[in-house]
């Protein structure tokens, strides 16, 4: 909205007796002891969808950082705060802090379905599932759908 001032940012304090007060189950000292999953449940889910909006990722973060839980603050008080700035912040962490996300090790699932996928591209006469090309590595979503 032109001409109209953001509100100044909530300190880290500030976010922690917020999210004290929105019920965190367990006692909390610091943004880093807080784990999404000890909110209640319209707190989890509204907390994943920002998660998930800033991250690409549903599962597997449970943990707020600032510029996250500043954003949940910013919309339960309704007060407009800059969000730019906090969505460029939690993009800077990534860049930062991607190479920590990476992983050499692959669970066994993928990698059974590796080493089928190896085998089905250099032998095309092993005979395929009614014809199903569900072996491959690239049907990851085609697996996921069937659970």
């Not at 996250?68 to 802090?97: C, K, P, S, T």
Request: charged residues 25%; contains cysteine.
């Amino acid at each position: 909205i032109p001409n109209q001032q953001f509100a100044d940012l909530p300190t880290e304090e500030e976010v922690l007796d917020f999210l004290r007060f929105l019920g965190h189950n367990d006692g909390i000292r610091y943004l880093t002891n807080v784990n999404v999953k000890k909110l209640y449940q319209p707190w989890r889910a509204f907390a994943s969808v920002i998660n998930k909006c800033l991250t690409g990722k549903s599962s597997g973060v449970d943990n707020f950082r600032l510029s996250q839980a500043q954003m949940l603050w910013g919309f339960y008080h309704r007060i407009n705060i800059d969000f730019a700035y906090l969505i460029w912040e939690d993009f800077v962490y990534q860049v930062e802090h991607k190479s920590q996300k990476r992983s050499n090790e692959m669970n066994y699932p993928r990698f059974t379905k590796a080493i089928i996928d190896y085998f089905m591209t250099r032998k095309p006469s092993i005979s395929r599932r009614n014809r199903i090309h569900w072996h491959y590595v690239r049907d990851d979503a085609l697996f996921s759908t069937i659970k």
